[in-house]
């Protein structure tokens, strides 16, 4: 049985970083494309980030542009989201997805 752990997640104040990890178990994560997504209350959950198999493709939704950073670690079964410049509207629940399986999420809050 396939499963995906998001971890990663806080409090961190305006402006700050954090680095969210998505792990993968009961299957090998290289063969596949994977993505973050978010939801935030009252908002439907809406795409990051995702990074094809071989991390030669990524692709950022607007609101990620220049401030995060999605890269992965077939050896580890791993995929990773890095998080600069945290804005409020950030504050969110972050999934990982990997087709049809999705992780439990990692919270991150603005602490400012």
């Known amino acids: 049985q396939g499963r995906l752990v998001e971890s990663g997640g806080g409090l961190v104040q305006f402006g700050g970083s954090l680095t969210l990890s998505c792990v993968a178990s009961?299957?090998?994560?290289?063969?596949?494309?994977v993505g973050w997504f978010r939801r935030t209350p009252g908002k439907q959950r809406e795409g990051v980030a995702c990074?094809?198999?071989?991390?030669?493709?990524?692709h950022y939704e607007e609101s990620a542009k220049g401030r995060f950073t999605i890269t992965r670690d077939n050896a580890k079964n791993t995929v990773l989201l890095q998080m600069n410049s945290l804005k409020p509207e950030d504050t969110a629940i972050y999934y990982c997805?990997?087709?049809?399986?999705w992780g439990q999420g990692t919270q991150v809050t603005d602490s400012t």
């Open positions: 997805s990997v087709s049809t399986y």
């Open positions: 009961g299957f090998a994560l290289d063969s596949w494309a």
């Open positions: 990074i094809d198999k071989n991390e030669t493709k990524t």
